[in-house]
């Protein structure tokens, strides 16, 4: 049972365009982070956010935890070949051993 | 050193062999996990440490998987009787908790094919 859906799994736009990726839930989550793995390397955090309806910037990136703490979602402006990687969000729980719940990440790719 | 390693970084072996897969964590940082990523997918929860105690073990997809800790820093995951199956990215990762949030830090991880 995948306890956090990814959406869309695979993402290949042009250079300039925006775009927005989703991380959908049935579990309400104590925080949500967002991290991206490029090829060959272990996932980086990008940012964790904490409280419902909370809105965190990156430079182009912008990243949203729902109200209700079960899903948010990563807005990029302008993509840019650089951003191209996996970007996977991650359930934080406080319970269990099982911390981090991963969803199935985004594969984008940014074409110039 | 100054992030998570692994060693090795790659590992191809026979069906049935045994491996062991190391991971040196960031020092100081008492909590230690063990990932499992297939090909471009996410990431699968293999194992928690805190210190050398690893209190949920149900994780391990089977009992050919075992894993140790010592001295509260390098752990090794070992594989018995390697499946094709087994095929993947094994990633550790270190945490240290700041202000309530717990952060993990990744290891590059160790690609492992069985052959």
């Known amino acids: 049972t995948q306890l956090l859906e990814q959406s869309p799994q695979f993402l290949s736009i042009q250079e300039g365009e925006n775009l927005t990726v989703y991380c959908n839930s049935s579990?309400?989550?104590?925080?949500l982070q967002w991290y991206r793995q490029e090829p060959g390397e272990g996932p980086v955090l990008l940012v964790t956010?904490?409280?419902?309806?909370e809105v965190k910037k990156l430079k182009r990136l912008t990243f949203q935890f729902g109200d209700a703490r079960k899903d948010s979602s990563l807005h990029i402006t302008a993509a840019q070949p650089g951003d191209t990687g996996l970007y996977l969000c991650?359930?934080?729980?406080?319970?269990?051993?099982?911390?981090?719940?991963f969803g199935q990440g985004t594969r984008l790719t940014i074409n110039p | 050193g100054a992030g998570v390693s692994q060693s090795p970084s790659n590992k191809v072996t026979e069906k049935g062999k045994d491996v062991e897969l190391r991971c040196d964590p960031i020092s100081g940082h008492t909590a230690l996990y063990w990932y499992r990523q297939s090909l471009g997918q996410g990431l699968e929860f293999l194992i928690y440490?805190?210190?050398?105690?690893?209190?949920?073990k149900s994780g391990l997809p089977s009992d050919r998987f075992s894993a140790e800790r010592t001295g509260g820093s390098v752990s090794t995951l070992t594989i018995q009787r390697t499946q094709q199956e087994d095929s993947a990215v094994y990633l550790c990762a270190s945490s240290l908790e700041l202000a309530g949030v717990e952060t993990q830090y990744f290891g590059p991880g160790t690609r492992l094919l069985v052959l």
């Open positions: 440490f805190q210190g050398n105690s690893a209190p949920d």
């Open positions: 579990s309400v989550f104590s925080s």
């Open positions: 991650a359930g934080v729980r406080l319970q269990g051993a099982q911390k981090l719940v």
């Open positions: 956010v904490v409280t419902g309806g």
